[in-house]
């Protein structure tokens, strides 16, 4: 009995001691350049008038999330057609879930042959849709006009093709 305590001593005085052994820090991914120019959206955006001017009306609220590796959009916010995009990466690519009013969850890929002013995503698959079927966004562009002007173009698809009357363009103003 007595081995059996001593034993059980020398387990929990020498615990702490291995608990100290920290494994090797495991280096930090490169920055992606694209989530990097992402992550400098953020802030209040709203709608351009025809001339370019910001109105009053909120588009996009977009933040850094998940202690940077994660960019939030909340488009339409407090409004009945709310949506979320997610942008992170996978690996080397730049991803976009984008939780659509629709019910759906397609996913685009970055186009690492984006013009340099432009992050053109694309189709990459999703959940709860049918993309020869059903409604979805399947394509997107968002164009950096400069530090408080942005742009964003997208294509909606049902039935396996464009939608020309869903999307469309945005031309947005970064709020002061």
């Known amino acids: 009995m007595k081995r059996f305590w001593l034993g059980g001593l020398m387990l929990v005085a020498f615990a702490p001691a291995r608990g100290e052994e920290k494994p090797a820090p495991t280096p930090a991914p490169a920055p992606h350049a694209g989530l990097e120019r992402l992550k400098k959206l ?7 008038d025809k001339d370019g001017k910001p109105t009053d009306q909120v588009v996009s609220v977009i933040k850094v999330t998940a202690a940077g590796s994660a960019v939030q959009e909340t488009l339409f916010p407090g409004q009945p057609q709310e949506m979320v995009s997610i942008y992170h990466r996978d690996g ?4 976009m879930t984008h939780y659509c009013a629709l019910g759906n969850q397609p996913r685009m890929k970055a186009d690492p042959k984006s013009p340099p002013n432009q992050i053109r995503f694309l189709f990459a698959g999703g959940t709860n849709l049918d993309p020869a079927k059903d409604m979805h966004m399947h394509e997107g562009t968002l164009t950096f006009v400069d530090d408080d002007h ?17 999307c469309g363009q945005m031309k947005l103003v970064r709020r002061k």
């Open 92 to 95: 080397a690519d730049l991803i």
């Open 42 to 48: 953020a802030g209040t955006w709203v709608a351009a």
């Open 150 to 166: 942005i742009e964003f173009s997208g294509v909606a698809w049902a039935g396996g093709k464009p939608v020309e009357t869903q």
